[in-house]
DNA sequence: CTGTTAGCGCTTTCAG
DNA sequence: CTGAAAGCGCTAACAG
């Protein structure tokens, strides 16, 4: 790895100008001086070291974010965002899950802490006051989920998203819709709650408790959650899933007990990847500003840490896609 | 941030006997003094800081993987094997998604390269070429994929899980077996080919050419690969798909084609994920050990760096698990 | 226009 | 057992 100073020493001038002339300082130096650096900077393929701008600069233009873990394919589609943007604003995108056990003695390993510049948060798995903790120690944004105490996140309009999905199912004449929300201590599973009880509102349609089943953002979530609506006392011909893992359980679970989806229950879900399509039948979804989420809470962070500029947005555009899960009801 | 240099103050000793302490090297120091700067050290909650320590040692304990993208389970599985083998060796992993765009000036961007000891590439979209000069510059070992002139990875049994597969099919009185493979310029694809043919071979059922397609590894490669062998002149009984993503797709072909599945085709393909037990049918499948593979090659990674340990491994370990997609052929 | 100097925070060797 | 000094590679303020 060639240094500053071996191509000071080749060129003949002092390692300051060299310094100069790679950062492109505006400073002016003499052409040929400038030139002569520049086809040795070329030829040696100087590369400088980061680690030493780092510690003279105290920072690094890289920041963290942590999901909760890779199997999502929601997470997958804000990780893209956000690493298109960090690229475009020149900063290095550093991706870890987080599981409980690291939480423990400290939120985040030191080795990590002290690499990045910001971190996004998108795991629902910490728990606010880690947050909160974490918050003290480096600017930080919340992407995909809300924390008591923190205005600085960037969500999508998931009331707005589900009330979409619901209206859809109650123009296609449903009236017994059921829920199975996304934990309810979270942002995200209580929006989306509430857009399902505003959009039956707007019908004045009674909500019944017993056709709302609460369940984890997960494929088993949703699967058991499902066999537990079969037990309720009214049956629902329609049903709204919190996520798309859970309504792919809940299919599954349909299938289990012959119920025929769309013609006995339709079912409409948030966040459209290209695995929806995929079922049998392919699912009607409303589809989620995911990637663009990534990059706004990029955006957002870097403008965090460069100009302190501390705010919450909520990313607007929600778009039903309308497949083969859903049917009018008539009987 | 709290410095060596403000403990030394505090503690009145030169800062090179805190750094021994903080660092526990062997050397005697004195009780007293030593609990005095212990008791400081905790106080004022030291950190060292990482930057100074990478520009002294010149290494940062963490290393790099690369992925295609973050969409596929099967990566996720490998990615948390690493993070596993990574914190357990006190190294940090630093996971990225690789799209061509990137590779054109350089492999990979500096602000990555030189923060990271060594590299672990489990994409395939990277050229050969290409690894080879990353090779130059990294400790690097080749995940899930293989290239030439390189002899430092770690890959599942392909070709024997492709194997065991096939004669799984085989046991069930099927002899019409089509194989949709993964791109035969892989060596993932090409293993799994061979291990189609093997067993094949085993029981002297000729190979025919017409009911095999090549497909990328995805959800529409398998559904347009399952369109094609629909043209095929003799139809199979059941296929071989070689990866999860590609029997979803081939699955949901089937359907749209009103073939049921067992009963008219059995589909068995390789790797395991909660999803594969979620759909309808269930898909049997042949598990891979992924995440023992995203383990072994930290170690084996961690071993180069440090010691130079070069070399190839293929983690063994394939189970088939038996669900409703294969069905004994009686007809 | 170019050079000097100092120093980011830490580790390590050598001396006391 | 503890201190002094040097230096990793780079940058920035200041001097010449």
Redesign the pocket.
Known sequence: ?V???EIAEKA??????I??V??G?P????DD??NRILALLKELN?Q??KA??N????SNRAIGMVVPDFFNTVYAEIIHGAENMAAQLEYTLFVYSLKQKELQDDYLPRSIKQQIDGILIASSDIDDSDVLALMDELPLVLVNRLSKGIDSYVVADDSGGAKKAVAHLLELGHTQIAHISGPLYTGTGLNRFQGYRAALNEKDIPFHPALMVEAPYSLVGGYNAMNELFKAPVQPTALFASNLLVAIGALKACNEHNIRVPDDLSIVTLHDAEIAAMMTPALTTVKLPLYEMGETAVKQLVSLIDENHKKGTVVEGTELIRRDSTKKWKR
Chains 1, 2 share one sequence.
């Open positions: 790895m240094t500053l100073k003949g001038v002092h390692p300051s100008v310094s100069k790679v950062n300082k400073v002016s130096i003499r001086t400038r100087y400088p070291n030493a701008q510690l003279k600069k105290g």
